[in-house]
């Protein structure tokens, strides 16, 4: 299971404030405080800002151990450990939210129209979508295999390589820790922006595309950033 051992890890690796604050403003800029549901929330960072922000925030993931980190930082949030492309249990949110590579990891082409399909179906009317993809020039970047090492507070080393291959990045974690080594192998999808674009229209107004936050629309970075509304016909 990813994000299970990386889980413990995971804000030592990547936590950075200034980013985190890049994305509440990109968000404040778009939409003021509303109820807003973030898919894949992780370790539950933005959540927590965005929640300080005013945001009536809840939040699901995938994996148990990156819920019990974000719940550990404020239990006050609704949290539910489940998958993204199912939202039936939820109910309807003005702003929904999928950030931080999170959609990357839907993996299959049909996954990412019931995604846009559920998201769609769960906003209010004229509600808002968040979202950001690696851009493609990650691909081109990873074709050289990128290496981490390192060692945690507790003792444990890790090893963290990134790689890519046709439209997809391959993230492998090994973990030496006390009780022997531990792997993670992670699969995203680079998805083209002018395909995502075509699989939006039906449900969603594209209100603006720019890459790495603040440069407007598709060129060299590292991610894409999409701000959509609700259709209300489709
Ligand atoms: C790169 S982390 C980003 C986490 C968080 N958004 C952040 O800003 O740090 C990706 C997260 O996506 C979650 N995830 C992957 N596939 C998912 C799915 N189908 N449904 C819900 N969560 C998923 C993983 O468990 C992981 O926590």
């Known amino acids: 299971m990813i994000y299970s051992t990386l889980a413990t890890y995971y804000d030592d690796l990547v936590k950075d404030e200034q980013a985190t604050q890049a994305w509440v403003t990109w968000i404040e800029r778009h939409k003021s405080a509303c109820s807003m549901l973030e898919c894949a929330c992780g370790s539950g960072e933005i959540t927590h800002a965005l929640a300080l922000k005013g945001y009536t925030m809840q939040a699901l993931d995938l994996s148990q151990q990156m819920i019990d980190q974000a719940k550990a930082k404020d239990p006050t949030i609704p949290y539910y450990c489940q998958d993204m492309k199912d939202l039936s249990a939820l109910g309807s949110f003005e702003a929904i939210a999928c950030l931080c590579d999170s959609f990357n990891y839907l993996l299959d082409p049909e996954d990412v129209i019931t995604f846009f399909q559920q998201v769609h179906d769960h906003l209010h009317p004229h509600g808002t979508f968040f979202f950001d993809t690696h851009a493609l020039d990650r691909l081109a970047?990873?074709?050289?295999?990128?290496?981490?090492?390192?060692?945690?507070?507790?003792?444990?080393?890790?090893?963290?390589?990134?790689?890519?291959?046709?439209?997809?990045?391959?993230?492998?974690?090994?973990?030496?820790?006390?009780?022997?080594?531990?792997?993670?192998?992670?699969?995203?999808?680079?998805?083209?922006?002018?395909?995502?674009?075509?699989?939006?229209?039906?449900?969603?107004?594209?209100?603006?595309?720019?890459?790495?936050?603040?440069?407007?629309?598709?060129c060299p970075g590292e991610k894409y950033f999409y701000v959509c509304t609700r259709k209300e016909t489709k």
């Open 141 to 218: 970047e990873f074709r050289q295999e990128w290496n981490e090492t390192g060692e945690f507070c507790d003792g444990t080393k890790y090893q963290w390589s990134i790689e890519s291959e046709d439209d997809w990045i391959y993230q492998d974690f090994a973990f030496y820790t006390k009780a022997g080594l531990i792997q993670e192998h992670h699969l995203q999808r680079v998805y083209d922006p002018q395909w995502l674009k075509t699989q939006l229209e039906p449900y969603f107004e594209i209100e603006s595309i720019d890459t790495d936050f603040t440069h407007p629309g598709i």
